[in-house]
C-alpha cells in the first residue's frame, strides 16, 4: 500500500532484487531490503552514523519540525558562506555524500551536539540535499521512518530548480508529512500537508514536462531549451527513485541511463523509461520502485555509495 514506512515484499520480487544486486555488484543496495522489508526507519548507507558519532545526539529535539529545524541549521549555503567569509577551499563540503562525513565536517568546526545552535562560520557548506540528508538520519536516529524526495521548485516556469526535501510518517495521520530543511528557506512552511512550499516531487514534474505542461499557468511548452530541461528533470527522477530506495545521492550525480542524455544519446526507449519510473515514484508504489532499483539500467554504482574519500 502506498505512504507505509514499512513495506514487505513478495518472495520472487525478494529473489529478483538480490539477484539484481549481485549481477550488478552492489550488494550494499540490500541493505534497504533486507528480509523483503524497506524499512524507512533505519538507516541507509548513506545516512547511517558512526558509533562515536552517537553521542552528538545528546539533547536533540523528540519532535520532527524541531528536528528538521536542528538540520537545517547545521548547514550554510555556498551563497551565503562565501558572504560569511568562510574560505573557499570548503566549498568541497558540499560534494559530501554520506551523513557521518558531513557529521566529521561539522565536529572538527565545532565539536558540539548537533541540536545546539551554531554560528554560520561553523555549519557545513551544502544544499537542500545535505540538510534533507541530515534531517532524514535525525529523524531516523530519533525512531521516526523518514525518507528524503528529489523535486523543483517553480514548475510554474520553464526551467525549475532543483530542491530535495524530507518527509516524515506520522502514525496518528497515516499519512507522509513533507518538511522544508533547505538552508535558504527559513521561515517557510514545513509542512506540505497543510501549505505547500511550492515543491514538486521530479516525477511530478516530469509528468507536467510530458503533457507540455511545464512553464507559465496556461499550459506554456518548454522552449528552446527543451533538452536541458529533459535531461535536468529526468536526472531528478531517477534520484527520487534511489532516494525512495535509501540511498540519498548528490545532485550533481549521474549514472546509469541517467548518464546517457547529457552525451546526446537521448531516446524514445531513455524517454518511455523515465514515464514509468515518475508513475510510479508520484504513486509511492514500492513493490514497483523496488523492482525498477534492481535493474541495472537504474542501479547506482557501488563506488557511489561510500566512497574512501568522500569529504
Known amino acids: 500500500m502506498a505512504g507505509l514506512a514499512v513495506v514487505r515484499l513478495s518472495s520472487s520480487l525478494r529473489t529478483a532484487l538480490w539477484c539484481g544486486a549481485k549481477s550488478t555488484g552492489n550488494r550494499q543496495r540490500w541493505v534497504s531490503m533486507v528480509?523483503?522489508?524497506?524499512?524507512y526507519v533505519q538507516q541507509s548507507p548513506i545516512t547511517v552514523l558512526d558509533p562515536s558519532q552517537h553521542w552528538l545526539l545528546d539533547g536533540l529535539p523528540d519532535d520532527p519540525l524541531s528536528i528538521c529545524r536542528s538540520a537545517q541549521n547545521l548547514v550554510l549555503s555556498p551563497e551565503d558562506a562565501a558572504a560569511v567569509g568562510v574560505p573557499k577551499d570548503r566549498l568541497n563540503e558540499?560534494?559530501?555524500?554520506?551523513?557521518?562525513?558531513?557529521?566529521?565536517v561539522l565536529t572538527r568546526l565545532l565539536p558540539e551536539p548537533l541540536g545546539r545552535p551554531r554560528p554560520l562560520e561553523v555549519r557545513v557548506v551544502g544544499t537542500s540535499r545535505h540538510s534533507a540528508a541530515l534531517a532524514c538520519s535525525l529523524l531516523r536516529a530519533q525512531g521516526y521512518a523518514a525518507r528524503v524526495r528529489c523535486g523543483f521548485r517553480n514548475t510554474s516556469r520553464e526551467t525549475p530548480r532543483m530542491q530535495w526535501t524530507a518527509e516524515w510518517w506520522s502514525k496518528s495521520e497515516e499519512r507522509w508529512i513533507r518538511m522544508d530543511p533547505d538552508p535558504e528557506s527559513t521561515g517557510l512552511p514545513a509542512d506540505a500537508g497543510e501549505a505547500s512550499f511550492g515543491f514538486a516531487t521530479a516525477g511530478e514534474a516530469w509528468q507536467l514536462y510530458r503533457s507540455g505542461s511545464l512553464g507559465q499557468p496556461g499550459g506554456k511548452a518548454p522552449g528552446a531549451d527543451s533538452a536541458h530541461t529533459s535531461f535536468k528533470i529526468s536526472a531528478g527522477v531517477v534520484r527520487d527513485l534511489a532516494a525512495l530506495c535509501k540511498l540519498e545521492m548528490l545532485p550533481t550525480d549521474t549514472w546509469g541511463?541517467?548518464?546517457?542524455?547529457?552525451?546526446?544519446?537521448t531516446s524514445v526507449a531513455y524517454l518511455n523509461l523515465i514515464d514509468v519510473?515518475?508513475?510510479l515514484c508520484v504513486q509511492d508504489e514500492p513493490a514497483g520502485l523496488a523492482r525498477l532499483f534492481a535493474s541495472v539500467d537504474l542501479a547506482v554504482p557501488p563506488h557511489m555509495i561510500d566512497p574512501p574519500t568522500d569529504a
Open 35 to 39: 528480509s523483503g522489508v524497506i524499512d
Open 94 to 104: 558540499q560534494r559530501t555524500r554520506p551523513v557521518r562525513h558531513l557529521i566529521a
Open 257 to 265: 541511463r541517467m548518464a546517457m542524455p547529457q552525451h546526446g544519446f
Open 277 to 279: 519510473v515518475a508513475s
